[in-house]
């Protein structure tokens, strides 16, 4: 009974000094003007990120089919937010996994691996942003399981007018915000890393604005019952006829997404999508109270790309317009992103998309450096602003400060300061590092003559990653490969030791001047004839890391890849340049290009070798004497020891073997070099055309019409209109279709489009979107069906109308450039039709081929 008490006297004497260490700990506050800030500074807060699923739905599961640990799958992707800079994490909490029917909190495994994560998202000094509800099942892509859960009793438009339903969201709400963390030992609502909580996740209100501020009202007196004083947010982007009652309440923070390319186009999207993130316009900012709301960013993604262009500039739209939470929707587990199939629109992982991660860990240096509310000039004047830069052309992105250099792909540009830089982040080459490698890296100083240099492997995109999804299906390989790499760093010189920490990895060697050989892996380089004045090693604390950590995934690269998208259209007596990116278990001993005219049976079949230029890139040039009239058609062989693998088939053997079979080949048509450029040809009842009504509320309907003897297919379009002052668009990428053919593109005079039949439509504007992302149209009048032909010289700077539409739905529709930029028409990549006037849905409009001539 003595040691008993006296082990309860130390615990309860000491409560108060773990308590006073929590205090210490700066917690967020939101001040009378809205502005989040720091509970000790009382500065201005910034904080940038992602959200991230695995405890939840599909990822959860997937770790299942992949025998995979979950709680370790965590840990190597918390290590990797921290190492891109992040430092704020988003979830919406799937209620059907963690309540029942009456909302009770299950205290099952889906809690306790969010709670270990918080844990670990805390010891990496990453803050937490919890929607507490998504009200939507739990199966994308997969199919919802019913777990009995109160979200799958109710509708979810009417979730929040229902009393019943209300009742179990206040049973819910209040025991989560309560709810013990048993790794941290502290509720949700005490722990000083959970900046705040937001209500639920893209509610849809179907009653009044009243009822809908009836029901924030309860949902924040539950908070308050239960003891919460953190800062309460709701989602004010959607449910446009009652954002006036969210104002009306007490909640502190608003929320927002950004979605300005639409999503899930099941393909990977290609242009300048700049123009598109230039402004973030809110139309309801006027309103009473708005200005004493905080206002975050809960999620945002420019979809279906995998450029690496795009994220800084929309932090910096987001800043200008006084956002201080902003979090990308969503990152992707590791263990699980070769496939990318628990979000198929969004792709983001430091492994497998190393570009866009690069990008993103530039846009949150945007986030922390550029202040709140500061105004840019209109694109493409704020393409460089501050410290930053970002370009279309490049695909690129770059942190350029004094002692910070990042970039997102291979740049030209060189720092701006290079003996004060203490922290380098890349992929590709730059004027510091020259490397062939596709993984990121990170080389940070740790003292004068000693820094951490961090190489990922190898990422190789073998299929488009925004196509369907599947978990049998692989769309980023990972190889493991020696490269070699040159830092040219005057603070560390030439000759450098090289030693590395991270484990199983025994590479120690001195640097060949500034060169190395290195594989991927932790290096500590040290000056040449440098003493270290502290200790560096595998288990020393720096930051929010230890030194010796290390995670990326195994090598996947088992069998040979080749990725090649043959030249849609050739011309007649040219050579033709052909690339491939190839990948496999090892580098190829050769890669070989047979025509289809090879035989079995001949003694002089043909070839061409391609030579590897740089990295997994492979080229070769076709003599114009092999490609002959029509359609060219060939294969490219893998060559490795005693085996073949023939492409695109992808099947062992060689074309040469006598019982090879298949008949899979690249074409590439071949043309006149004087012929017309065709654009657009109907054959089948999309022909990759594109067609939107803009407000997207108005759609258009299509049907192919089959051709007879003497005329080309069409497509027939119809109308359905929802708003009278809608137009409709017609759109196609189509760079593709006249990259090969700049010369006669020089030559051309008209753009001409067959228009077989119309009806109720008087005039079309037709043009191009071009490389820096503006519109050039000119108006025409369909007087008779046939050809109508556009003089290239008569198109005219125009409004550049966004397309796929953005969402939230309140974003403008339009870009209105304040910049005269002359139309080249070397420069177009996207066909554009449209209307011009008020149209009924008695209209219709038969198009056909479209070509430049």
């Avoid at 009393?163 to 709400?173: G, K, L, T």
């Avoid at 900046?195 to 179907?206: K, L, Q």
């Avoid at 290390?550 to 007596?573: G, L, M, N, Q």
Wanted: some cysteine.
């Amino acid at each position: 009974m003595k040691v008993f008490f006296i082990a309860l006297m130390c615990l309860l004497f000491s409560y108060p000094i773990f308590a006073q260490k929590e205090d210490k700990i700066a917690t967020i506050y939101i001040d009378k003007d809205g502005v989040m800030r720091w509970s000790d500074s009382h500065s201005e807060a910034s904080f940038y990120g992602v959200n991230y699923t695995l405890p939840f739905a599909h990822a959860y599961r997937a770790m299942n089919y992949l025998g995979k640990d979950h709680k370790e799958a965590i840990d190597r992707d918390v290590y990797h937010l921290s190492r891109l800079g992040f430092n704020a994490y988003r979830i919406h909490v799937w209620d059907v996994e963690i309540s029942d029917a009456r909302g009770q909190l299950l205290e099952n495994e889906h809690l306790n691996l969010l709670d270990y994560l918080i844990s670990k998202l805390k010891e990496r000094n990453i803050r937490i942003l919890i929607t507490t509800m998504t009200n939507f099942g739990n199966g994308y892509p997969e199919r919802n399981q019913n777990t009995g859960a109160f979200t799958y009793l109710y509708d979810k438009c009417q979730i929040h007018n229902n009393p019943e339903a209300i009742a179990a969201q206040e049973n819910y709400i209040g025991q989560l915000v309560k709810h013990l963390n048993p790794y941290t030992k502290q509720s949700y609502k005490d722990d000083p890393f959970i900046i705040g909580f937001e209500i639920n996740n893209e509610p849809c209100h179907s009653g009044t604005p009243a009822q809908t501020e009836e029901y924030i009202n309860k949902m924040l007196a539950v908070l308050k019952k239960a003891g919460n004083k953190k800062p309460v947010f709701y989602n004010v982007s959607h449910n446009m006829s009652h954002t006036e009652a969210y104002y009306k309440t007490d909640i502190q923070g608003t929320t927002y997404q950004w979605y300005p390319i639409g999503l899930v186009a099941g393909h990977t999207r290609k242009g300048n999508f700049l123009p598109y993130v230039d402004q973030y316009d809110i139309p309801f900012s006027n309103l009473k109270n708005f200005d004493k709301k905080a206002k975050a960013v809960y999620e945002f993604d420019p979809a279906d790309i995998t450029y690496s262009y795009m994220y800084p500039a929309m932090a910096r739209t987001f800043r200008s317009k006084g956002f201080q939470w902003i979090t990308q929707f969503a990152y992707d587990p590791m263990d699980m992103a070769w496939a990318n199939t628990e979000y198929q629109t969004h792709f983001l992982n430091l492994a497998y998309t190393p570009n866009k991660a690069i990008s993103m860990k530039i846009a949150a240096e945007v986030a922390y450096l550029i202040p709140r509310n500061q105004k840019f000039n209109t694109y493409p004047q704020d393409t460089i602003f501050d410290k930053f830069q970002v370009s279309y052309l490049q695909d690129l992105s770059v942190l350029n400060s004094g002692d910070r250099f990042f970039y997102s792909n291979n740049t030209i540009a060189k720092p701006i300061a290079p003996e004060q830089l203490k922290s380098i982040a890349g992929c590709g080459s730059s004027p510091i590092v020259s490397y062939e490698g596709t993984g990121a890296y990170f080389i940070d100083q740790l003292e004068d003559g000693v820094w951490r240099l961090e190489v990922m492997p190898d990422a190789v995109q073998i299929q488009d990653p925004f196509e369907k999804p599947s978990l049998d299906k692989e769309v980023v390989t990972i190889a493991w490969n020696e490269w070699n790499m040159n830092i040219k760093l005057s603070q560390l010189g030439e000759n450098f030791k090289v030693a590395a920490i991270n484990k199983g990895n025994h590479f120690n060697k001195i640097s060949n001047g500034t060169s190395i050989a290195i594989k991927p892996g932790v290096y500590l380089l040290t000056q040449a004839n440098y003493m270290p004045k502290d200790k560096w090693d595998v288990n020393t604390k720096w930051k929010n890391i230890t030194l010796g950590e290390y995670v990326a995934p195994e090598a996947r690269a088992k069998t040979f890849s080749v990725v090649h998208h043959p030249d849609k259209v050739i011309e007649a007596d040219k050579s033709l340049q052909i690339e491939a990116n190839i990948v496999g278990p090892a580098f190829p001993d050769s890669v070989i290009i047979y025509t289809d005219k090879v035989s079995f049976w001949s003694d002089k079949n043909p070839y061409i070798k391609m030579n590897r230029t740089h990295g997994y890139t492979y080229q070769a040039t076709i003599p114009a004497v092999m490609i002959g009239e029509g359609v060219f058609r060939y294969n490219i062989i893998v060559c490795e020891g005693s085996k073949n693998y023939t492409f695109p088939a992808g099947i062992e053997g060689n074309p040469l073997d006598w019982n090879f079979y298949q008949s899979k080949y690249y074409e590439s048509r071949v043309v006149s070099p004087t012929s017309p450029i065709e654009l657009a040809k109907i054959t089948d009842e999309y022909s990759d055309i594109e067609a939107y009504g803009v407000p997207e509320t108005s759609y258009i309907t299509r049907k192919l019409n089959v051709s007879n003897l003497t005329e080309s297919n069409s497509l027939n379009f119809n109308f359905k209109i929802k708003d009278p002052d809608a137009r409709f668009f017609w759109r196609k990428y189509i760079r593709d279709y006249v990259s090969t053919r700049r010369e006669r593109l020089q030559q051309a005079q008209y753009v001409c489009v067959d228009i077989k039949n119309t009806e109720g439509i008087d005039n079309l504007k037709i043009g191009f979107v071009t490389s820096n992302g503006f519109t050039y149209t000119s108006k025409v009048s369909l007087n008779d069906k046939g050809v109508i032909r556009v003089r290239l010289s008569d198109l005219k700077q125009d409004v550049t109308t966004l397309l796929p539409s953005p969402y939230p739905t309140f974003l403008e529709r339009t870009f209105i450039p304040d910049t005269q930029i002359p139309f080249k028409i070397g420069d177009i990549e996207i066909l554009q039709i449209s209307t011009t006037d008020n149209i009924t849905e008695k209209a219709n409009i038969e198009l056909g081929s479209v070509w430049i001539e």
